[in-house]
């Protein structure tokens, strides 16, 4: 029997065919594949609505082949809330940074979380501020140099960098936290894993989700993209553990 | 002193300080983050308070407490963030603290975009939160004006104990011009800061708030606020006029950077033998009424033409004023668009035109 | 001269926007009228970067330059896309070190610099802006050669090294830009 060519890789339906503005060695478009592909797995595309945050992923409906909002900065758990609780049949999903999620948006995702809001939230910690050109985050590390904290954070002045997943975790709404990375395949393979065991969750109506995701900020780390991937092994991850944060049996009213 | 080539977001930060503007509050937005980035740096250096907050809403009001203490503070934002600040100037112009706010406009609504533009005129001058009351608010079209009205902005939001907004556009924010420093700053006396909150010792405490619940106080907070707003109407009214004469035909009103913009025009139209004069407020509240009023009812001027990037917002002013002695007419452009001198020559050239068609 | 506009483009990182702000210093030692214009906004993303000077007598109006009276470009796309906005008669200025085409207009003074072979010779890759900075004022002369090199000396007083390096290649640029034109008059007449 003649083997027939088979594709074993392609672009997943859930992404649209175009080029991403993202600067060469961001790990963005890598979380948006992944979540992509889950959609497509799960064969969610059709009801999906995603919410998109201020930030350089502030775009990302152009690269999505889903409905899509673009909400204020940091609001995007507020839209996704009103959108989820008129139509309970769709699937929502918010796709936020660091800044916009745990700076100008943390009221909004503590209570969405604690509400148990039925949406995923894809939240990309790169501990700076992307889109406005490399300002400090309330995830930025200890030390590091940033435009706005030019001698690195300290931590005596503007307190320590904020675990957002370990922080929602203390909540007993969640039903879902778990915080991965993108830095090389294995972690790859596991954050896909999250991203879509999120998704079928809220696709069984469990409460909120969330996955952080570590991703990389090249341009204002001010290193190269092979090195940024160090950064994240070496510096991310000793600060951030990865790992389940709540598990689905411990959460869900 | 002498003159150094500075961006105006940069030129802004460093007038505040000398100002004695020392304690910023900020939250990054394009395009005046470099304000944030420059103080960053230099307010260790002079000993004053610098500090990220965790959003706009924050923001204004880490800077509606700072100001309770009697010091000078800063803040800097474009459109969305100051759209977020909006809650915090309510109170603080209710409680009749001083704060100077820098607003870089960039293209709305919303999101909008990150060029520049004008269109925040009516959240600047008529209000934005809730409640009687105003903002003083000041627009600068170089960046020595900038420096020298920021300057200012401390010494009047002090004297009248009100917000004052420096409003500038992107285009002031991100480009450089030589400026120049006052070696030192003399500003009249005023009176001392009795009403601050620094410790009721030998004193009745001091209460810091705009909460009145029986009407008739509450009216009466409006109505002290409401004659500050006249003495401001008195004393803080500037403006400036470019070729104004008595042969202009038109006369443009038109400020910032859009001000600028028409001053090419006049200039490349007076080589056309076409006289036309320019009327730019400086200060957008208190507006220059009676100046303009002047200016327009001039029996030479045939049509005032109102340019503005935006759709049409400082017009309704124009309008206002004028009061229908003669045609107010509007050109703009908006969403980041900046109109070249050629189309606003070609708007000035249809409207004479069709001014002399009608004959 | 009353007002002149010169537009500095190329990619991010090639010294065009030092290049324009090191004229508009030595402009502001002349006691001229500078205004320096950046480029920011959506199309920073795409990596070239522009600036736009204006040195003028008098006070300077609009700060929006369309039609610039030259252009240095420091690239293929930069070239592209300001060759076609200088003003008839104007002058461009290119790095012919990656740039492999000259203009098709014949009312602009074109002046070719191999910036990034000038600037390997001098012994650095990071002057690439200067060679370019020496052949516009050789060009034009909008403020002196002098002038410009009093800058630099303010700007890098302390890295003897650099401001060696910086001095050489400004006169290089400056003299291959005279030698063209130079050139040019003897070949026609
Ligand atoms: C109200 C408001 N404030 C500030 C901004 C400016 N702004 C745009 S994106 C951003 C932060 C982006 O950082 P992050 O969320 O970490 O995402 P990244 O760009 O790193 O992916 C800020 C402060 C804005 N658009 N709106
Ligand atoms: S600025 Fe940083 S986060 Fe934004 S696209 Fe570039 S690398 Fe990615």
């Known amino acids: 029997m003649e083997e027939q060519s088979k594709t074993i890789f392609d672009r997943p339906e859930s992404l649209r065919d175009v080029v991403t503005h993202y600067c060469p060695g961001c790990t963005h478009g890598i979380i948006h594949r992944l979540v992509a592909e889950a959609l497509d797995e799960l064969g969610l595309r059709e009801r999906t609505c995603g919410v998109a945050p201020v930030g350089c992923s502030v775009l990302c409906y152009n690269y999505y082949n889903c409905d899509f909002l673009e909400a204020p900065h940091g609001r995007a758990p507020a839209l996704a809330t009103g959108f989820k609780r008129l139509r309970p049949d769709m699937i929502v999903f918010t796709y936020q940074g660091d800044g916009d999620l745990a700076s100008i948006g943390m009221a909004e995702i503590i209570h969405a979380a604690n509400r148990g809001e039925k949406f995923t939230t894809i939240f990309v910690n790169n501990a700076i501020y992307g889109m406005t050109g490399g300002q400090m985050a309330p995830t930025t590390l200890e030390g590091q140099i940033t435009s706005t904290c030019p001698n690195g954070r300290n931590l005596e002045d503007v307190g320590h960098p904020i675990r957002v997943s370990e922080l929602l975790a203390t909540l007993a709404t969640p039903s879902y936290i778990e915080r991965v990375s993108v830095h090389s395949p294995m972690h790859i393979i596991k954050a896909k894993r999250a991203i879509k065991k999120a998704f079928e969750l809220q696709a069984e109506n469990k409460c909120f989700t969330m996955i952080e995701v570590l991703s990389t900020c090249p341009t204002n780390w001010g290193i190269t993209p092979g090195d940024s991937l160090d950064w994240v092994e070496k510096n991310l991850l000793a600060y951030y553990p990865l790992g389940v944060k709540k598990r689905p049996d411990q959460g869900d009213k | ?254 400020y910032g950077t859009m001000a600028r913009i028409c001053q090419t025009v006049i200039d490349e139209l007076e080589a056309e033998d076409i006289s ?47 009061k229908g002695a003669k045609p107010v007419k509007f050109f703009g452009r908006t969403g980041g668009i900046v109109p070249t001198p050629d189309e606003v020559k070609e708007q000035i050239k249809y409207l004479l035109r069709s001014e002399s068609a009608k004959g | 001269m009353s007002q002149y506009e010169v537009t500095w483009a190329g990619f991010g990182g090639q010294g065009v926007m030092v290049a324009g702000q090191l004229l508009a210093y030595t402009g502001i030692a002349e006691g001229k009228q500078i205004v320096w214009i950046p480029s920011y906004g959506p199309e920073m993303r ?54 492999d085409v000259t203009t098709e207009r014949d009312d602009l003074t074109e002046i070719l610099v191999p910036a990034n072979q000038m600037a390997m010779e001098a012994g650095s890759p990071k002057v690439v802006n200067i060679a370019m900075l020496g052949a516009f004022i050789g060009a034009c002369e909008i403020v002196s050669l002098d002038n410009v090199k009093k800058t630099l000396e303010d700007k890098l007083g302390k890295k003897k090294d650099l401001l060696g390096i910086n001095m050489k290649i400004l006169q290089a640029g400056y003299d291959l830009a005279k030698n063209t034109i130079a050139g040019r008059a003897t070949s026609e007449s």
């Open chain 2, 276 to 322: 036309v004069g320019l009327f730019r407020p400086i200060s957008l509240f208190p507006y220059p009424e009676a100046a303009l009023k002047e200016e327009a009812d001039r029996a030479n001027i045939k049509t005032v033409l109102t340019v503005e990037m935006s759709m049409g917002q400082m017009v309704e002013d124009v309008e206002r004023v004028v």
């Open chain 3, 46 to 99: 795409g990596g070239t970067a522009y600036c736009t000077v204006v040195v003028s007598d008098r006070r300077i109006g609009s700060p929006i330059i369309r039609f610039p009276q030259a252009a240095v470009v420091f690239n293929r796309p930069s070239f592209d896309k300001f060759t076609p906005t200088i003003k008839p008669g104007g002058l461009l200025v290119v790095n012919s070190s990656l740039i």
């Open chain 2, 1 to 254: 002193m002498a003159k150094i080539l500075m961006k105006g977001n940069e030129a802004i930060a460093e007038a505040a300080i000398r100002a004695g503007g020392k304690h910023y509050f900020c939250y990054p937005i394009t395009p005046q983050t470099e304000v944030a980035e420059y103080l960053a740096r230099r307010m260790p250096e002079v000993d004053g308070v610098f500090l990220q907050g965790e959003s706009e809403i924050a923001v204004g009001n880490m800077v509606f407490g700072a100001a309770a203490t009697g010091k000078r503070v800063f803040t800097s934002s474009s459109s969305p963030g100051i759209s977020l600040m909006q809650e915090s100037l309510s109170y603080i112009a209710g409680a009749q603290l001083p704060v100077v706010i820098l607003n870089v406009m960039r293209g709305g609504p919303g999101l909008g975009g990150i060029l520049p533009a004008q269109s925040d005129y009516f959240q600047a001058v008529k209000g934005g939160g809730h409640g009687d009351y105003r903002i003083i608010c000041l627009a600068p079209s170089t960046i020595q004006e900038a420096v020298d009205l920021t300057i200012e902005a401390f010494y009047i939001a002090d004297k009248y104990r009100n917000p004052v907004m420096i409003i500038a556009d992107g285009m002031i924010g991100q480009m450089m011009e030589p400026v120049e420093f006052p070696d030192e700053i003399n500003e009249p006396e005023l009176p001392p800061k009795t009403w601050a909150a620094t410790g009721a010792k030998g004193r009745e405490p001091n209460i810091i708030k705009s909460l009145y619940l029986d009407p008739l106080r509450l009216e009466d907070n409006s109505i002290v606020l409401y004659k500050k707003y006249e003495e401001v109407k008195k004393n803080e009214v500037r403006f400036e006029n470019y070729k104004v004469n008595k042969k202009n035909k038109v006369l443009i009103v038109s």
